[in-house]
């Protein structure tokens, strides 16, 4: 009984020391970090901390933003649940952070939003898509992601200058970033393209029969496929579709970029997706590659690893801009950032609402390697409003 | 309810309050810390008292608190954010918004009545069948909810819902929750559902209505997992159907379970350690500083050690920390007894109406094998008949048919002429057939006084608590039992077992008495001394008495008429000097060869 006593003592104690407020000096940039270390969001989320730690590394060893404000770091992990972020994050609030980084996900990021804009904390995702976070999360709420409205209008461009005409678009309601597709077809229609039909599935469905026998029989037949699934759903998909000879053009968006699209072989050849940058020889971002893999040991197989990185550049911008590590002095300077130079892209907040200004880069599948599709803007008129669906 | 369960509920109460004053003044993450503590008690205890008095594990109880977390919310949530995040709600739903109290209460009374729908099924399982169904309550509802996506969006965030779930709120409600808990389970209804926890089948014996007592546990319980839903649902302010799915039905049957599933203080125990041991690894998963020296981030390591907790405990103490003790019991056990004083409620035996047992040619087979065959026989009030018989010659089946607890294949069994064939054993205990067993079917985990308490409650609310006791002491009194009233029945020898039988058959005041085998194990003295008390219960209570013993002496001694079985057939019937000289009785029970011999022994 005495030993059960004592075990609960010690835990007890070392319980209050953990959860003692860590709050920095005022020379202490004190960020937290509620991310999705294990479960569905850690294929993001786990290279974009990566890329985050290596910013915070340069930085620090540089002596601090504009030479003064150290960072340090504060991880925890929400297990890619909303309940554990919201948990999380206001742990994290509670510890006195002055910024908070939330999943790379829109949906529990949405939990995270609501804190922080009552601790009037600054909080930025990695790497969520969806218009709708800044939109909903408030004020308070940044995106560091190209929009999925954006996106898509890039997307539907390009497949309409290859004379792509007829359709048909996958989507889950189950996330807001996996109702890009919607996004999509309203630009096509836009542009005069036919929407054959608007199939649905639920994430982590691995059958896609049904959808691959509607696209199959379609007449006239369907020419370009565009979905925003990623793994496992997608890898499943493609194969199933190809196996089923449909040969129409696929499209699809920042989730597939992890080495398991480009391992997929015949399936994924000719595959056209959106993302948030490209290492061109000599770009930023293949420097930044470089960097990773001396740090990490290991080449990195996705983009998110420099969003990451791109992400404390924002922060440090902002900190620099605002002079302090005051919460709120920082998001009122993040706000107004202009063409931060990113090893991505360059990220403008400057007259959005949370939501940046970034390029999307598209990548074809080549023989199972990156080829650059192009680098376009997106005709400003033709980006739809974000909304909830 | 006795004065030390209130004083114990008190110390539970006082041990909550002062944990939310020290945390509130303290503040900040501790604060939450400990609110999140109290919503898993208030689930732990709830899923308790399903789970710890019927004994039967429950997967569903997630269920309850996800639905209560949705409705709550709905309730809740500004009709203004609901026109952006719910926009294809029902109009009712989307103009509904409802103060926390009235929602928490629309909510839980929702939550019990949907409780009482699935409970009707779910009652009428036992064990294991029970348990796998509440499983497909888990999954079924969480695909409801993913599917529901007009007022729970589907598996995506359900974010919105006001932050009201404060610590005072927190700590109320699980003061309530344990006091509810604790009090559930020293009723009449939590006395009961224990004693089928122990044994169903001797609770259905006597008097007790297993699956109403589980019925009625089970909605209480959901009412109280669907307060933890609307806290956890308002404190969070966001949450996803993930939520309330394996993950948090594991980490809070860990709670229960390893605290010890069957008391109050189990899921206390259960509740503090998981929450420390959980809290502990979460903070320091991602990296500490221990003087200086940084720890590495290891993501993972909150339900690994959960897991290896379980492991750890179950197999040390397979019925958890606190296994069957309530902490109460053991802090203040001679303080105050359970008992104030016995005297002064003792009561004379009550009046037995004369009645007539029959059994017209009772029929039962198992299969292809005839276990009685056109069985016929009658006990009257104030009678004592022996059943005896080779083993395997169907007496205990015959007991068992006529007291409920098997279905006869054909033939009646009447009590004053009335037809009592296709009743369950809980209702003809309730009409005055009550019976030992011979292999002794004690409640093992409850007390001699409370074993006996289950069957003298039969006549509850009818007849009063207060008279219940009454016929517990008459009960004790009549087998002497007084001194070890207070003691664990399975801690009692074999002898002192067999009398607490006999007193529990004895405290649903019988018209009509089955002993089978009430002397088996016994010595000499102890047979004779039990016989003893055995024509004392026929002078003092009137029933009639149909006996099942090998003791040949015992039954020739005792019974006014004897019965002889042999291979389902009643081969003999008649005063005891003339069944033992039946040259068939002979010869059943030794065959033709061994016949003089056993001669002898049957008139010795």
């Known amino acids: ?389 | 309810m006795t004065a030390r369960t209130w004083i114990g509920t008190g110390g539970y109460v006082v041990f909550l309050i002062a944990a939310a004053l020290i945390a509130a003044s303290i503040g900040g993450s501790i604060e939450r810390t400990l609110v999140v503590f109290f919503i898993s008690l208030i689930a732990v205890l709830g899923m308790g008292v399903y789970s710890g008095n019927s004994g039967i594990l429950s997967f569903g109880h997630l269920a309850f608190m996800g639905i209560a977390a949705y409705l709550s919310g709905i309730l809740t949530m500004p009709v203004a954010m609901k026109k952006v995040t719910l926009a294809h709600a029902p109009t009712f739903l989307a103009n509904a918004h409802l103060d926390f109290f009235s929602a928490t209460v629309v909510t839980v009374l929702f939550v019990m009545a949907v409780a009482l729908v699935v409970g009707v099924v779910i009652s009428r399982l036992d064990g294991s069948s029970a348990t796998i169904t509440t499983l497909g309550l888990l999954v079924i509802v969480h695909g409801i909810i993913i599917g529901a996506r007009e007022i729970t969006r589907g598996s995506q965030s359900f974010f919105g819902v006001p932050r009201w779930t404060d610590i005072t709120v927190a700590a109320s409600c699980a003061v309530l929750a344990i006091v509810v808990a604790r009090v559930f389970k020293d009723s009449v209804f939590g006395l009961k559902l224990r004693a089928s926890r122990d044994d169903q089948l001797a609770a259905g014996a006597m008097g007790v209505n297993v699956r109403r007592q589980r019925l009625i546990s089970w909605v209480l319980s959901a009412g109280l997992v669907a307060i933890a839903g609307v806290l956890i649902g308002h404190f969070l302010g966001a949450f996803s159907v993930k939520k309330f799915y394996f993950v948090d039905t594991f980490a809070l049957l860990a709670m229960l379970i390893v605290g010890g599933m069957a008391t109050v203080s189990g899921a206390l125990a259960g509740a503090v350690l998981i929450t420390l041991v959980s809290e502990f690894l979460r903070r320091i998963e991602g990296g500490v500083d221990i003087l200086g020296y940084q720890t590495p981030q290891l993501f993972g390591t909150t339900q690994i050690g959960i897991g290896l907790i379980i492991l750890l405990v179950m197999y040390k103490k397979s019925g958890g920390l606190l296994d069957r003790l309530e902490l109460d019991e053991i802090v203040l056990p001679k303080l105050l007894k359970d008992r104030v004083a016995t005297a002064a409620r003792r009561s004379s035996p009550p009046v037995v109406p004369d009645g007539l047992l029959e059994a017209r040619e009772i029929t039962k087979a198992f299969d292809g094998l005839l276990a009685l065959d056109k069985v016929s026989l009658a006990l009257k009030s104030g009678e004592i008949v022996g059943l005896i018989g080779p083993n395997g010659s169907g007496k205990t089946t015959l007991l068992n048919v006529l007291s409920g607890m098997l279905p006869a294949t054909a033939g009646t069994a009447l009590i004053d002429g009335k037809d009592m064939t296709p009743l369950p054993a809980y209702r003809l205990a309730s009409m005055g057939v009550s019976r030992t067993f011979q292999n002794i079917r004690l409640f093992g985990s409850m007390s001699v006084r409370q074993n006996v308490l289950v069957s003298a409650l039969d006549k509850w609310p009818s007849s009063s608590t207060r008279s219940a006791d009454a016929m517990v002491d008459l009960a004790l009194e009549t087998m002497k039992l007084e001194s070890v009233a207070e003691t664990q029945a399975s801690t009692l020898s074999y002898g002192d077992q067999r009398r607490v039988e006999v007193a529990r058959a004895l405290a649903l005041n019988p018209r009509f008495l089955f002993l089978d085998e009430p002397a088996a194990g016994m010595n000499r003295e102890e047979t004779d001394a039990l016989m003893d008390d055995l024509k004392g219960l026929r002078e003092q209570f009137g029933m009639g008495i149909l006996i099942v013993d090998h003791d040949l002496p015992l039954i020739m001694r005792l019974c006014d008429r004897v019965v002889v079985l042999n291979e389902g057939h009643v081969i003999a019937e008649g005063e005891p000097q003339s069944v033992q000289k039946n040259p068939k009785v002979i010869e059943a029970y030794l065959g033709r060869k061994g016949s003089r011999q056993v001669a002898g022994t049957l008139t010795e």
């Open chain 1, 1 to 389: 009984m005495f030993r059960k006593l004592r075990l609960t003592a010690c835990l007890t104690a070392a319980l209050a020391v953990a959860a003692l407020p860590v709050a920095g000096s005022a020379q202490e940039l004190v960020i937290g970090t509620a991310t999705g270390q294990t479960g569905g969001l850690a294929p993001y989320d786990g290279p974009a901390m990566q890329g985050f730690q290596i910013a915070v590394d340069e930085i620090n060893a540089a002596g601090g933003i504009a030479g003064k404000f150290k960072i340090k770091l504060i991880s925890k992990d929400t297990r890619s649940d909303a309940a554990q972020t919201s948990i999380a994050a206001q742990e994290l609030i509670d510890s006195g952070i002055s910024v908070l980084i939330t999943p790379s996900d829109a949906d529990p990021s949405f939990a995270a939003a609501a804190l922080a804009t009552d601790a009037k904390i600054p909080a930025f995702s990695p790497a969520a898509s969806s218009p709708t976070l800044p939109m909903m999360g408030g004020d308070y709420m940044f995106a560091n992601f190209p929009g999925d409205n954006v996106q898509a209008t890039v997307s539907a461009e390009w497949a309409t200058k290859q004379g792509l005409k007829n359709a048909y678009v996958l989507y889950s309601p189950d996330t807001q970033y996996t109702t890009l597709p919607l996004y999509f077809s309203d630009v096509f229609k836009k542009l005069g393209g036919n929407v054959a039909g608007e199939g649905t599935y639920t994430i982590g469905q691995q059958d896609f029969s049904a959808e691959v026998t509607k696209i199959k029989s379609m007449n006239p037949p369907v020419d370009v496929v565009m979905t925003a699934a990623y793994e496992p759903d997608f890898p499943a998909f493609i194969r199933q579709l190809r196996a089923a000879g449909v040969t129409a053009q696929v499209i699809g968006s920042d989730g597939i970029d992890s080495p398991t699209t480009f391992s997929l072989g015949a399936a994924a050849e000719g595959l056209v997706f959106s993302t948030a940058g490209h290492a061109t020889p000599g770009s930023a971002l293949e420097d930044f590659n470089k960097k990773f893999a001396v740090k990490y040991g290991k080449e990195t197989d996705t983009i998110f690893s420099a969003i990451g990185y791109d992400l404390m550049k924002v922060i440090e911008a902002g900190v620099m801009k605002a002079g302090s590590t005051e919460p709120q002095a920082i998001r009122d300077a993040v706000a107004e950032l202009e063409n931060i130079k990113g090893v991505t892209s360059v990220i403008t907040y400057k007259g959005t609402t949370g939501m940046p200004v970034r390029q999307v880069t598209l990548i074809r599948v080549k023989d199972g390697k990156r080829e650059l599709v192009g680098q376009p803007s997106p005709t400003a008129d033709l980006v739809p409003a974000p909304r909830m669906q």
